[in-house]
């Protein structure tokens, strides 16, 4: 740990200590006051509102709500999609940052492009190419007709479009960070001789392990949360290809708000879950000495080309 | 184990990192790499790791008379030293010096307490016996390095090769090291090869030097050689500094103005415009003529913090000349800024 | 020097070519094959009928409050979470760590349960909504509910595009601001403001370019009136229900030509940032 001769600009509750450059404490109080009220309207009540109408009706309507077999038939679902989808886009994202983290080839860059394209689609598309492929009308819809394959309006076609919408995470937290730390220590490991494998499990993978869960546990949330594109492809078929998300449009629909918001405030905590986890990972994987301060990267793409090693 | 490396060459794209370089490193021997960057030595020596692979249909290289260069790293026994120490992080200590002993083969995998015997053994080696547990960013960077170096000698290397050792320390934990790398060498006695662009060091440390510059070898030759009897320019250039200027040389003689100051090495053949070379410390200042041919020059700075001291001048035909004298014999003469002096050579070269 | 080489610089690391095999098929499979479907379709489906499709005054409308809705929530992003990001860079305040935390709330919600808990919040009978309404304020089943979505699902991108940027700035240079004589506010407006400038051109694309394609989170607070608050991803699932593939495919295929462009601009902005910052 370099220990900087000059003062540090912030104390450990991050306020600048440099009087030359410092609000007055009339201007700073209203700042904080701005963006307190503004996330206050615009995030927490809403969160809260969730959980207020979800016990509104007594803790007997929220289990009824949760116990109804069309609630637990789309629970089910939701965590059979994530128990796919999830899986595959992780074993996608180590291959793809160890192709381009590791090696310098040419078309690297387009590669990175390509990758995040999911991002920039809407998720309504996201659903709608996988009816144009493999709908009835779609390119691959007859034949599939013929063999009596169903993947529209059935599970398959929920598990790709969720693999769409979900496809970049992991690979965009991984692939930053291998690029950053080099091939040096997998360089070390096999003139010490060890094998691929070896390398790449015993030193590669434990310096990413961090940015790896990061980029699942954002996996994991969007994929059971998805409601655009899993919609298109579903066919709301109750007790058959309902997620979760797609169960609270129903009720909501039926206006059964009570039940609706029941499974809402599941899919709420696991937000909340989700957002603690990922506060304890950027924690400890700062704090943790054994391993490399892996600055865990926002999933919010950051689309500059690398410049080529 | 003897290294022998025999025209190699090795471009990147449209750069030339190495042009046709031929080194034998005798067994046993510690041998410095030294050059500027850009000059091809870390490249030389990923080549003769196995970390990197010399061009197509260039050279060989001999590790004890046997062809390496089709290799694979992991069969070459080399034993590496990265220059930012490549240390694993998520290890410990003990962990990394024990890792090439645990990815062995299984067949000629030492068993646990034999691995443990061994890292303690390495670690008392390296003096670092208490930091076993301890990991890579809990250590100072001088302790890294000699991780790092015990994790290379672990699996005992038939030749060991390092990258910019000492690079990435500060001056006085480099002085410490590059002296106990000796020692330490000079116990354990494994071929080696080191690069470094620092000239002090390579001097102080190594067997022999080899001077890189542009992708080829200037010089090779033990220290003392090399620093006495630079063989190129560059070599005169690079170690140690140097006076340079321009002037007619003929029969062992530097032709300064209308002074012919004898002490050229090299003496046959007479040039006309000739790029001139004197070290500081082979210039001798006097304040009287003492009959010998001099050129007359006048002081105009004296630094003289320290056992030797550094004299500017300007010579009476206008060019400039550094002269570093002992300190006594400044005050004996009485050089001050502005002080009219007499210049000597001991000894000057030119390069063709 | 091979051409092998030059397209990949050797190294002794194994596996490139079975890692780059499996990334190039799976992107291909779950990615390209399905995108080009569409774009496949909608080439097939020639211009005419192209056009006439995404120059209906339905979706014309549609179109139109879309960008409109989302450029009005990205600007409301960049404008509050400028100041979010400031105060959270900048200032220290009891329960910062959990406000900072909480704004990755958006990323976490499933945009359903966002949408609902809007709706809840804001309709007549909601927290806020009841106090708007009877001052003839609607929010909900009227296009500010749909600003009011699109700037909920928009923020996070903001202020986490935000907050690096502003840890990167030098408190050097403000100092030699204030100490040339600048005020506080003129050292934002002339020294910080343009180097954050990158920062919040990218923030507010990212913001939009989500905006543009979002469904869950404004499905449930916009009512859905044709004409009137319909947004295009409402409208591409209406056709797909009407079984009109052809309709859902041209707008589809325009609205991601949309977002690519967008993309595109988000690249080269950064782009011409890091070579502008590379030179200095």
Not at chain 1, 264 to 293: G, H, N, Q
Not at chain 2, 183 to 200: A, K, N, P
Not at chain 3, 91 to 115: E, H, N, R
Request: one cysteine or more; a neutral charge; proline letters at 5%.
């Amino acid at each position: 740990m370099a220990i900087s001769a000059h003062p540090h600009p912030h104390n450990p509750s991050g306020r600048v200590l440099r009087p030359a450059i410092q609000e007055s404490a009339l201007v700073r109080r209203l700042l904080i006051g701005v963006s307190v009220v503004f996330l206050v309207t615009f995030l927490f009540l809403p969160l809260a509102a969730i959980f207020a109408e979800a016990i509104k009706g007594g803790s007997k309507a929220w289990i009824i709500g949760l116990a109804d077999p069309a609630a637990w038939s789309a629970i089910k679902l939701t965590l059979a999609v994530a128990l796919i989808a999830v899986p595959l886009n992780l074993v996608f994202g180590l291959a793809a940052s160890w192709a381009i983290g590791k090696f310098d080839f040419i078309g690297r860059n387009l590669l990175l492009t390509l990758i995040d394209l999911p991002f920039a689609v809407s998720p309504v598309i996201s659903g709608l190419v996988y009816v144009l492929l493999y709908g009835a009308h779609g390119w691959f819809g007859p034949w599939l007709q013929s063999e009596n394959i169903q993947i529209i309006f059935a599970v398959p076609g929920i598990v790709l479009a969720t693999i769409f919408v979900t496809f970049p995470f992991v690979a965009r937290e991984v692939i930053p960070l291998m690029q950053e730390q080099g091939t040096e220590e997998e360089e070390a490991a096999i003139t010490l001789g060890a094998h691929g494998w070896q390398t790449f499990w015993r030193v590669t993978l434990p310096n990413v392990k961090w940015a790896l869960l990061y980029g699942v546990i954002l996996c994991n949330a969007r994929a059971m949360g998805e409601f655009g594109a899993v919609s298109v492809v579903s066919g709301h078929i109750r007790g058959k290809t309902n997620t979760m998300p797609l169960h609270i449009e129903i009720l909501y629909n039926e206006y059964n708000f009570a039940a609706a918001f029941a499974v809402a405030s599941v899919l709420a905590l696991l937000a909340l879950v989700t957002l603690a986890a990922k506060a304890a990972v950027e924690r400890y994987s700062l704090s943790a000495p054994a391993t490399a301060p892996a600055e865990p990267i926002l999933i919010v793409s950051n689309l500059t080309e690398e410049p080529a090693r | 184990m003897s290294i022998e490396v025999t025209g190699i060459s090795k471009s990147f794209g449209s750069f030339r990192a190495l042009n046709n370089v031929t080194l034998t490193v005798p067994s046993g021997e510690l041998v410095a790499l030294l050059g500027p960057s850009g000059s091809g030595k870390t490249t030389l020596l990923r080549i003769i790791a196995g970390l990197e692979q010399a061009d197509a249909g260039s050279g060989a290289i001999l590790f004890h008379d046997e062809d390496v260069a089709r290799r694979d790293v992991r069969d070459r026994h080399v034993g590496f030293v990265f220059q930012h120490y490549a240390l694993f992080r998520h290890m410990t200590v003990f962990q990394n010096v024990a890792f090439g002993l645990e990815v062995a083969p299984r067949k000629s995998r030492k068993s646990v307490a034999d691995i443990r015997d061994r890292v303690r053994e390495l670690l008392k080696l390296v003096q670092l016996e208490g930091y076993a547990d301890r990991y890579p960013s809990q250590l100072s960077g001088g302790q890294r390095q000699r991780i790092a170096l015990a994790r290379a000698l672990a699996v005992e290397p038939k030749v060991l090769l390092l990258d910019e050792p000492f690079g990435a320390l500060d001056a006085k934990v480099r002085k410490e090291l590059r002296a106990w790398l000796r020692r330490l060498h000079d116990e354990i006695h494994v071929t080696s090869v080191f690069v470094t662009h620092d000239q002090d060091e390579a001097l102080e440390v190594s067997d022999q030097v080899v001077v890189m510059n542009e992708g080829h070898i200037e010089q090779i030759g033990t220290p003392e050689d090399i620093f006495h009897h630079p063989a190129t320019e560059f070599v005169m250039r690079f170690l140690g500094d140097v006076n340079q200027f321009h002037g007619r040389v003929e029969a062992g003689h530097v032709h300064l103005g209308d002074v012919a100051l004898p002490g050229l090495l090299a003496p046959e053949g007479a040039i006309d415009s000739a790029t001139i070379f004197v070290r500081p410390h082979d210039i001798e200042l006097d304040t009287r003529r003492n009959g010998h041919p001099v050129v007359e020059a006048t002081v105009r700075r004296v630094y003289s913090a320290g056992p030797i001291s550094r004299v500017e001048l300007v010579m009476q035909t206008g060019q400039e000349l550094a002269v570093t004298v002992p300190h006594d014999r400044v005050e004996s003469l009485h050089l001050n800024t502005g002080s009219a002096v007499f210049v000597k050579l001991r000894r000057a070269r030119v390069f063709a | 020097m091979s051409i092998a080489s030059k397209i990949l610089r050797p190294s002794v690391l194994p596996g490139f070519g079975p890692a780059l095999g499996y990334t190039v098929f799976y992107l291909s499979i779950i990615v390209l094959l399905p995108l080009s479907a569409m774009f496949a379709k909608a080439a097939g489906l020639g211009w005419s009928s192209f056009w006439e499709t995404i120059s209906s005054p339905r979706v014309v409308a549609a179109y139109q409050l879309t960008f409109g809705a989302s450029a009005i929530a990205a600007s409301l992003n960049v404008t509050f979470g400028f100041v979010v990001a400031w105060t959270l860079v900048r200032y220290s305040f009891p329960g910062k760590k959990l406000v900072d935390a909480a704004i990755d709330l958006p990323f976490a919600l499933p945009t359903a349960v966002s949408g609902i808990a809007l709706t809840a919040v804001y309709s007549r009978n909601g927290w806020v909504g009841q106090f708007l309404e009877p001052a003839g304020f609607h929010v909900a089943y009227a296009p500010p509910g749909i600003v009011l979505a699109l700037t909920f699902i928009g923020l996070p991108f903001v202020v986490r595009t935000l907050q690096p940027a502003l840890q990167d700035l030098d408190f050097e240079v403000e100092e030699a601001a204030a100490s040339l004589g600048a005020t506080r506010l003129q050292t934002l407006l002339r020294v910080i403001m343009p180097a954050l400038l990158p920062a919040l051109l990218t923030g507010f694309a990212l913001s939009f370019a989500r905006a543009i394609g979002e469904y869950g989170s404004v499905v449930f607070i916009s009512g859905n009136i044709p004409m009137k608050t319909e947004i295009v991803p409402l409208l591409i699932v209406t056709k797909l229900e009407n079984y009109d593939y052809a309709g859902a495919t041209a707008l589809g295929a325009s609205a991601l030509m949309i977002s690519f462009a967008i993309l595109f601009l988000i690249n080269v902005t950064q782009w011409v940032t890091a070579r502008r910052h590379r030179r200095t």
